[in-house]
C-alpha cells in the first residue's frame, strides 16, 4: 500500500495458501512467514525504501528483542534486516484487506441477465439459428456441418424423430401412444419421461428449478463430445470434471456421465500428453501364509506395573494363518527370556516355524537371538522401522488385550498375568 494524504491505497497485492507442513507451525512463526513471502514478493518496489509493516500478531514486535530464537526464525530476521522496515500492531478489525484475500467471496447474482453463450468450435462448423416462437431460450434448431463433401445441414427435429431412443418419447409426449412394452416396462418408460418437454417439436430435458437442456439423439452425442473436448475454442482436451461441466450445461442424454469418461480416457491426445499421477502405495494385499504356525509374529508390551509374579511385560505370539494369539507374561525383554518362551509355548506345543516377523527392537536384532533364529532354521524378518502397518497383525491384538485387561485390573491389583490365559481365548 501506498500513503497519500493521510490514507493508504493498495497498489499490488500478493496472496498464496498454506503447505501441508506449514499449517503445523505455530502462530508466530506463520505470521513471520508471511512477512518473509511479502518482502520478496515485493523487494524490487521496497528495497532501499522506508517499509511500514502492519500486522495483527503483536509477539512479532518483541520477536527482534529476543536473545534466543528459533534456528528458522532466527534466520527470517536476518534476512529482515536487509530492509528498513518498521513493524506496526493493528487491531484485528482494522486490518481488513489484508484478512479480505484469505476469505471467501461470495457475490450477488445478477437478476434479469441472460447467460453469456460459450463460444463453442464444433469439429467440423456449426451454425446456430435461433427461433422466437418458443419461450424456452436460447434454442438450436439445426447444426450446418462442414465435411469435405461440403456443407451440409442436420435437422435436429429430423434427428430426434429418426433415432430409436427419442422416438418412442415424443410419441408418447405427442398424443399419448406407449410403446409396445410390457407393464413393467411401461411403467419405467412413464417414469423416465417426467422432465421431458416438447416446444417446437423438440424435445429437451427440464428438471425442476433448472435450465431446459436439449435431449441429444445418439448420432449427435460424439459430435457434443468433440465440440467440448477436443476444439480449442471450446474443448481444450480438459479434464473429466470440466468437460462433462460443459457439455451439461446446454445438453442432456441418459448416462452422459459414463459415456463422456469412455470418451474421455479413449482420447490419444490426452493418453500421450497428461501426466498420470503416480502411486506411491503398494497394492494392499494379504500375507501368504501356508499352514498353522508356518509365519508367526512376535511383539513386545510394556512396561506394565509389577505383579506378584514378577511380570512387567506381555509376549504376544499370533500365528498369520489361523490369528491365534499365545500371550505370555514376562518378567524383561532381555534376548533369553524370549526366546525361552518362544521354545516353550510355541516349539515345544504347536512345532517349529519358518518365518519369525518382528520390529526392530534391541530384543529381537541382538546377537543371542539371530543366533536363536539360525539353530532352530527361522528365517528372521523385520518390519520397516517406525512403521507399525508392517507387523499389522501382533499390533492390533495389543489393543484388543488392553480393552480386555483395562477392565479386570487396577492400580491396587495389578496382577495381569492371571488374566493373559483367559483374554486370548477370547480372541
Not at 527482534?64 to 527470517?76: I, T
Not at 469412455?262 to 494379504?286: D, F, G
Request: glycine share 4%; net charge neutral.
Amino acid at each position: 500500500m501506498q500513503k497519500r494524504n493521510d490514507k493508504f491505497h493498495a497498489i499490488a497485492y500478493a496472496s498464496r495458501s498454506l503447505s501441508q507442513n506449514e499449517r503445523k507451525w505455530p502462530p508466530v512463526q506463520i505470521e513471520l512467514g508471511a512477512i518473509i513471502y511479502a518482502l520478496r514478493t515485493f523487494r524490487p518496489y521496497i528495497y532501499l525504501s522506508e517499509v511500514e509493516l502492519h500486522s495483527d500478531h503483536r509477539p512479532l514486535i518483541y520477536l527482534q528483542s529476543k536473545s534466543q530464537q528459533h534456528p528458522q526464525l532466527a534466520r527470517w530476521l536476518i534476512e529482515i534486516q536487509n530492509y528498513n522496515i518498521k513493524i506496526v500492531h493493528i487491531e484485528g478489525k482494522k486490518n481488513t484487506l489484508a484478512d479480505a484475500l484469505s476469505r471467501s467471496h461470495e457475490s450477488n447474482p445478477l437478476t434479469n441477465t441472460p447467460e453469456l453463450e460459450d463460444i463453442i468450435e464444433f469439429p467440423v462448423c456449426l451454425s446456430l439459428n435461433i427461433c422466437d416462437r418458443i419461450v424456452l431460450d436460447p434454442i438450436i434448431n439445426s447444426l450446418t456441418i462442414r465435411t469435405r463433401d461440403g456443407p451440409q445441414t442436420v435437422d435436429l427435429v429430423l434427428e430426434q424423430t429418426n433415432d430409436a431412443e427419442t422416438s418412442p418419447i415424443i410419441k408418447f409426449l405427442t398424443d399419448g401412444t406407449l410403446p409396445d412394452l410390457d407393464e413393467e416396462a411401461q411403467k419405467d418408460f412413464v417414469a423416465k419421461t417426467q422432465n421431458l418437454v416438447i416446444s417446437s417439436d423438440i424435445l429437451y430435458f427440464y428438471p425442476p428449478e433448472s435450465l431446459p437442456r436439449i435431449y441429444v439423439p445418439a448420432s449427435l452425442r460424439s459430435l457434443i463430445f468433440d465440440s467440448f473436448h477436443i476444439s480449442i475454442l471450446g474443448g481444450g482436451h480438459m479434464n473429466l470434471r470440466k468437460t462433462i461441466h460443459k457439455c451439461s450445461r446446454r445438453y442432456y442424454w441418459p448416462k452422459m456421465y459414463s459415456d463422456i469418461l469412455i470418451w474421455t480416457k479413449q482420447c490419444l491426445v490426452c493418453q500421450l500428453r497428461h501426466n498420470p499421477i503416480p502411486l506411491y502405495k503398494a497394492e494392499m494385499r494379504s500375507v501368504p501364509a501356508n499352514t498353522l504356525f508356518a509365519r508367526i509374529g512376535l511383539d513386545i508390551a510394556g512396561p506394565l506395573p509389577l505383579t506378584e509374579m514378577g511380570n512387567r511385560h506381555i509376549l504376544n505370539i499370533i500365528c498369520w494363518f489361523t490369528k491365534y494369539v499365545i500371550a505370555i507374561p514376562v518378567p524383561n525383554t532381555k534376548s533369553q527370556t524370549i526366546a525361552y518362551a518362544l521354545f516353550k509355548n510355541v516349539y515345544l506345543k504347536f512345532g517349529g516355524c519358518t518365518e519369525i516377523l518382528t520390529d526392530n527392537a534391541t530384543t529381537f536384532t541382538s546377537e543371542f537371538f539371530k543366533s536363536f533364529c539360525s539353530l532352530l532354521y527361522i528365517n528372521k524378518t523385520y518390519s520397516t522401522p517406525y512403521h507399525s502397518q508392517g507387523n499389522s497383525v501382533t499390533e492390533r491384538s495389543f489393543r484388543t488385550f488392553h480393552n480386555i485387561l483395562a477392565k479386570y485390573i487396577n492400580p491396587k491389583e495389578p496382577n495381569f498375568d492371571e488374566f493373559l490365559d483367559c483374554g486370548h481365548i477370547l480372541l
